[in-house]
C-alpha cells in the first residue's frame, strides 16, 4: 500500500472506484489520530441514546440486529432512529474529513490542531445541518426503501458546507445534485461505501460477541449489555470515521470529474489557500 500522503490521497485525477476507497482509507489512516478520538465519542454517545429505547422493547445483546416479534413497530423505530443517529454522526465527522481531504489535494499537511479549530471551520452550521440530515433520515427510515434515497443523496452536504462555502441550506440541495451527476455515480459509490461497511461491522461485532461469550468471558445480563454496547461503539468508530473519508474523497473527485476543479487547481498558485476550493457563483 502506498505511504499515505497529499499525492496518495487525493492524485488530482478521475479516479476508479478501487482507488475511491483506497484513497478513503489512505485520508483515514493519515488523520487517524484526530478522526478516531472524535468517532469514537459520537459512537459511544449513540450507544447510550438508543440503550433505554433497546431495554423498553427488550431487544438485549446479541440480538440487537433482529426483529422483535411481539413489538415490529417498535423495532422499527429502533432501526430508524439508528439510522438518523448514525447520518448524523457521519456530517459532523464530515467536517474535519472534509478539511483534510481539501488539505490533501492543496498538498497541505493538515495537523488536528488544523481540523478541529473554530476559526473558518463553520462547526455551528455543521450541527445544524448534521441535525436536520438526522432528522431527514429519521423520517425516510420509517417508510423502508426511502432510506436508501435519502442516504445516497446526503453524502456531500459537510464538504459542500466546508469546502465549496456555500451557504447552509445550499448544502443541501449541491450535495444532492452532485450525487446525481454521472447518471447518479456519487450516489451509487456512497450507497455502495455504507454496504461495504455495515457488512464489516455486522460481521466484527456479532463474532466478537460471540467469541467473548463462548469463552465464557461475559457473565451476566448487565456484563452482556455493556460489552454489546461497547463492541458495536468500537466497529462504529472505524466505520464511521471511514464513511465521512469517503463522503469527503467522493465529493471532491465528483468536483474534478464533472466541474474541472483540477483544471482550476492547476491554475492557482502552488501555496493556494482552501479557498481556492469554493465554488464560484
Known amino acids: 500500500m502506498p505511504e499515505a500522503g497529499p499525492t496518495a490521497v487525493l492524485p488530482g485525477r478521475p479516479l476508479t472506484v478501487g482507488e475511491l476507497l483506497d484513497s478513503a482509507v489512505l485520508l483515514l489512516r493519515h488523520h487517524a489520530s484526530t478522526l478516531l478520538p472524535l468517532a469514537a465519542v459520537l459512537a459511544v454517545g449513540e450507544q447510550l441514546l438508543l440503550l433505554p429505547l433497546r431495554a423498553t422493547l427488550g431487544v438485549g445483546p446479541p440480538l440487537w440486529w433482529l426483529p422483535n416479534l411481539n413489538n415490529l413497530g417498535g423495532f422499527?423505530?429502533?432501526?430508524?432512529?439508528?439510522?438518523?443517529?448514525?447520518?448524523?454522526?457521519?456530517?459532523?465527522?464530515?467536517?474535519?474529513?472534509?478539511?483534510?481531504?481539501?488539505?490533501?489535494?492543496?498538498?497541505?499537511?493538515?495537523t488536528a490542531r488544523h481540523l478541529v479549530r473554530p476559526?473558518?471551520?463553520?462547526?455551528?452550521?455543521?450541527?445544524?445541518?448534521?441535525?436536520?440530515?438526522?432528522?431527514?433520515?429519521?423520517?425516510?427510515?420509517?417508510?423502508?426503501p426511502a432510506w436508501f434515497v435519502g442516504w445516497a443523496l446526503l453524502g456531500a452536504v459537510a464538504p459542500a458546507l466546508v469546502l465549496d462555502r456555500v451557504v447552509p441550506l445550499r448544502a443541501l440541495t449541491r450535495s444532492a445534485s452532485l450525487a446525481l451527476r454521472v447518471e447518479g455515480r456519487a450516489a451509487a459509490l456512497r450507497t455502495l461505501g455504507y454496504l461495504v461497511w455495515w457488512i464489516i461491522r455486522v460481521g466484527l461485532g456479532w463474532g466478537m460477541f460471540i467469541g467473548l461469550s463462548t469463552l465464557g468471558l461475559i457473565e451476566g445480563?448487565?456484563?452482556?449489555?455493556?460489552?454489546?454496547?461497547?463492541?458495536?461503539?468500537?466497529?462504529?468508530?472505524?466505520?464511521?470515521?471511514?464513511?465521512?473519508?469517503?463522503?469527503?474523497?467522493?465529493?471532491?473527485?465528483?468536483?474534478?470529474?464533472?466541474?474541472?476543479?483540477d483544471i482550476h487547481l492547476?491554475?492557482?498558485?502552488?501555496?493556494?489557500?482552501?479557498?481556492?476550493?469554493?465554488v464560484r457563483g
Open 76 to 110: 422499527w423505530l429502533l432501526l430508524a432512529l439508528g439510522a438518523a443517529t448514525e447520518a448524523t454522526i457521519v456530517v459532523l465527522l464530515g467536517n474535519p474529513a472534509a478539511r483534510a481531504a481539501g488539505g490533501a489535494l492543496l498538498g497541505h499537511r493538515r
Open 266 to 278: 492547476s491554475r492557482q498558485p502552488a501555496d493556494a489557500t482552501p479557498t481556492a476550493l469554493a
Open 221 to 261: 445480563e448487565g456484563a452482556l449489555v455493556v460489552t454489546a454496547a461497547l463492541l458495536w461503539a468500537a466497529v462504529n468508530t472505524v466505520a464511521y470515521a471511514a464513511l465521512a473519508c469517503l463522503d469527503a474523497v467522493l465529493h471532491l473527485e465528483t468536483r474534478i470529474r464533472t466541474e474541472g476543479l
Open 119 to 144: 476559526t473558518g471551520g463553520r462547526w455551528g452550521a455543521t450541527l445544524l445541518l448534521a441535525l436536520l440530515v438526522g432528522a431527514v433520515m429519521l423520517f425516510l427510515s420509517l417508510f423502508g
